[in-house]
């Protein structure tokens, strides 16, 4: 299977409201839930026109994960608001496209794309320990483990630690 990131639009909306539904119960085993009003068109719309007018800020980028026919398969973003010269890393698969490294492949895409912005020194990157193949896509792509944070957070009624990783301009 081939696979594109395709940078988001307003054009998006639907087709990603269809993604997002169907999925929400399997994102939700990872995250907390985004609450019923996101699951709604008109206020789903609106979020994802917040996205872009974001993205046109240079204060963060979108892309759709998509395979040759155009399906969303997934997310992966870049928020580069949050530390100096480096961008925080944000993905998700769709439940029936994981295990088929597509994750691992798109981030690679991302990377390639990232190495010609100047200001992004590093990207960091959060996962629960009990998340092992987010783990596996972050090492395959050159990102190391940085540090455990020592308090675990409640994550859908369990505890979790959150490990935390770093991928480096310079290392690459």
């Given amino acids: 299977m081939e696979v594109k990131i395709h940078k988001l639009q307003e054009s998006d909306a639907e087709s990603l409201f269809h993604f997002e539904v169907a999925n929400r119960v399997y994102f ?18 609106d979020k994802l026109v917040q996205l872009v007018t974001e993205q046109s800020l240079c204060l963060s980028t979108f892309y759709l994960i998509k395979d040759e026919n155009g399906t969303i398969l997934g997310r992966i973003n870049l928020d580069f608001s949050s530390i100096n010269n480096c961008a925080e890393l944000g993905y998700r698969i769709g439940e029936g496209y994981t295990g088929n490294g597509i994750a691992t492949r798109a981030l ?58 770093i991928w480096e301009k310079e290392a690459r």
Avoid: W
Avoid at 117 to 122: G, M
Avoid at 154 to 159: A, D, E, S, W
């Fill in 108 to 165: 690679k895409l991302l990377l390639e794309k990232t190495t010609n912005l100047e200001v992004i020194q590093c990207i960091v990157a959060r996962t629960t320990q009990d998340n092992v193949a987010s783990q596996k896509v972050l090492a395959k792509n050159g990102f190391t483990h940085a540090y455990t944070d020592q308090d675990e957070v409640l994550l859908n009624g369990k505890f979790v630690s959150l490990l935390h990783y």
């Fill in 28 to 45: 939700n085993k990872m995250v907390p839930d985004r609450g019923e009003d996101y699951y709604k068109f008109e206020t789903f719309n």
